[in-house]
């Protein structure tokens, strides 16, 4: 008889997110984080992001990177404080904290992409 | 005068302290010699109340497994040779309670491996009668890496989560389970998950991947438990579709 | 320490040791599998800086010429730069470990693992290619 647990919904999310997070942050941050801010390459101004927003296709890729990655993190760092730093008493606040700002910012991606019409 | 090597050796004498101390003792140093044939040289004799497990000498039977110099070994596998300049330093197997100085204490184990039911979980109503299973060399090729254990035990005293939470299962015991789930002639798949699945059964591995690193015959356990995941995880997403295969 | 020792019902009593808070810096390798672990943390930080981008985006082109003033402020700059890093770190780990779970067998032959690596790491070269051509060009 199976018991009911959390496990394989949170793992698929882990790896999910571990795998938008390793195809597509490193080239995201790289332009916004390093080469536009630094001009080593020509940067995007207000009107050309909105207008590659516009599409719903990018729409949905740019909330999927806004959301999955942050539910990996949360799956990761949950483990890591639970035996990192063998705080296993802690284990449900540090999951409420964890899953809870993961759910908060794919509802913030959510709130945001919408708005931009 | 003979080459000598130093040997400090993890001692705990329940009967006469609480603490386990270290002793301290010259061995013979031997070419050819492994840990274990320095432990039976100090058990023959230097001090006979030495207690240690060992048995084929010869790396298939799993009883000489110990922390040697701070990394879990086969002690008939470790050659005196490789700690030429320095001291070598054996404990007991690391994330396992100590009987007596190098023995420890495995029954937990011996639990969790049982849980997982590894045997051949034959159909229903299948029986010797009705002659042998057949099985091809690539049906052999699917599982044959996960039998190579000798139950040693050295990926649990190598993973950090044995020590950390007592109801992991642990890198044995699930590559184990696979060695059963992906033979061709096992159906107790569907038993297995159930015992697995459950929070910590295999969920608590986080893949630090140090069990594969210090298993001495190749069973890659890590790699067994991320092919669990996927496949607990494929069962998981299927049992919400409604394609009436409920169990 | 000799002193009378504590029995248990069956037997003397088993040592157990206690694990240290800081067990993961006992070994090179437990210390580069909490690095990789905290590699997440910074996942986390670039959707933060992305989210933020967002609703500078939402506020209109002075807002977002803001913002992107401030991601040219040194401390911001420092701190994209080590997320990248780690960020990097969290890819190539990932993708070299992906194929231990993927184990993909066509005709009997399980498919080698570096075919599997190789696969991921095409997969990311194209993607961030086209990201790449999409913002610039």
């Known amino acids: 008889m199976r018991q009911p647990s959390n496990e394989p919904i949170l793992w698929v999310l882990f790896s999910a997110g571990g795998v938008i997070s390793a195809l597509f942050i490193p080239a995201l941050l790289f332009l916004n984080g390093l080469a536009f801010p630094m001009d080593w390459l020509p940067s995007p101004d207000h009107g050309r992001m909105v207008e590659l927003l516009r599409y719903p296709v990018a729409k949905l890729l740019v909330f999927l990177i806004c959301s999955l990655p942050l539910f990996h993190w949360a799956h990761r760092f949950r483990f890591t404080l639970y035996d990192g730093l063998q705080i296993k008493h802690l284990n449900e606040v540090i999951g409420v904290l964890c899953y809870g700002g993961a759910i908060g910012g794919t509802a913030a991606a959510g709130y945001l992409l919408w708005n931009l019409a | ?247 | 320490m000799k002193t009378a020792s504590t029995y248990t019902e069956f037997h003397p009593r088993w040592h157990r040791t206690r694990i240290s808070t800081y067990w993961w810096m006992g070994r090179w390798a437990y210390l580069k599998f909490i690095l990789r672990e905290l590699s997440s943390v910074f996942v986390a930080c670039f959707v933060v800086v992305t989210l933020l981008q967002l609703q500078a985006l939402n506020r209109g082109p002075v807002q977002y010429a803001e913002f992107q003033r401030w991601l040219q402020k040194p401390s911001v700059i420092a701190l994209n730069g080590i997320s990248f890093l780690f960020v990097l770190f969290h890819a190539v780990t990932w993708f070299n470990l992906a194929p231990r779970a993927l184990v993909v067998r066509i005709g009997g032959k399980r498919i080698p693992d570096i075919a599997i690596a190789a696969a991921n790491y095409v997969a990311w070269l194209v993607l961030s290619a086209a990201i790449a051509w999409l913002m610039i060009v």
């Open chain 2, 1 to 247: 005068m003979a080459e000598t090597i130093r040997l400090e050796v993890a001692r705990y004498r329940p009967e006469e302290e609480t603490e386990p101390t270290f002793d301290a003792f010259e061995v013979p140093f031997r070419k050819d010699w492994v840990v274990l044939d320095a432990l039976n040289y100090i058990k023959d004799k230097l001090d006979g109340t030495l207690s240690y497990r060992w048995s084929c000498r010869m790396g298939v039977c799993g009883s000489c497994g110990m922390m040697v110099n701070g990394e879990p070994k086969l002690t008939c596998a470790t050659f005196l040779s490789s700690y030429r300049s320095g001291t070598v330093r054996v404990e007991p197997l690391q994330n396992f309670p100590v009987i007596r100085d190098l023995v420890i204490e495995t029954t937990d184990f011996l639990r969790k491996l049982k849980s997982v039911k590894p045997w051949i979980v034959a159909q229903n109503g299948a029986s010797s009668q009705q002659g042998e299973f057949l099985q091809t060399p690539d049906q052999l090729n699917a599982y044959k890496q996960y039998s190579m254990c000798i139950n040693c035990l050295i990926c649990y005293a190598a993973c950090p989560v044995c020590g950390l939470d007592s109801h992991f299962v642990g890198p044995a015991a699930i590559a184990l389970a696979q060695r059963y789930n992906l033979d061709s002639r096992d159906q107790g798949s569907d038993q297995r998950l159930d015992i697995l699945s459950q929070h910590e059964g295999i969920w608590g591995c986080t893949f630090v991947g140090e069990c594969t690193q210090a298993c001495p015959k190749q069973v890659d356990p890590a790699g067994a438990i991320q092919r669990y995941k996927l496949t607990a995880a494929t069962e998981w997403l299927k049992s919400l579709l409604p394609l009436g295969s409920a169990k």
